[in-house]
């Protein structure tokens, strides 16, 4: 089971679902569901991850994405495995880009 780091971009996200003005428990609920699919099987059924060729702002990383809804509005969990393979390193949380 890989262990999920965070960077301070996706921490940021996190942090706003849970409080402040611009808190939502309903998607909060359904982002931690999608990370704990993602810490448990990067490649849950359930999650649709595939592969990004760039993302922006990541440059050299072979990075991935993960569906946490769909429909309009939908979010995703960008993300890259460590170095080592053993590790996932949530890179953003937020609308697809």
């Keep these: ?3 999920l780091h965070y960077t301070p971009a996706a921490a940021r996200t996190l942090a706003r679902l849970e409080k402040g003005r611009r808190a939502d428990p309903r ?3 359904r982002v931690r569901r999608a990370l704990e699919h993602l810490a448990a099987d990067p ?15 990541h ?12 429909g309009p509005g939908a979010w995703w969990i ?10 996932v390193t949530v890179l953003r ?3 697809h880009l």
């Design 1 to 3: 089971m890989p262990m």
């Design 27 to 29: 998607r909060l609920r």
């Design 93 to 95: 949380v937020g609308p």
């Design 59 to 70: 440059r050299g990383t072979a990075a991935w994405t993960s569906c946490i809804d769909q």
């Design 43 to 57: 490649h849950h059924p359930g999650l649709r991850s595939h592969c990004y060729a760039v993302l922006p702002g």
């Design 78 to 87: 960008h993300w890259a495995w460590g170095r080592d393979g053993g590790a």
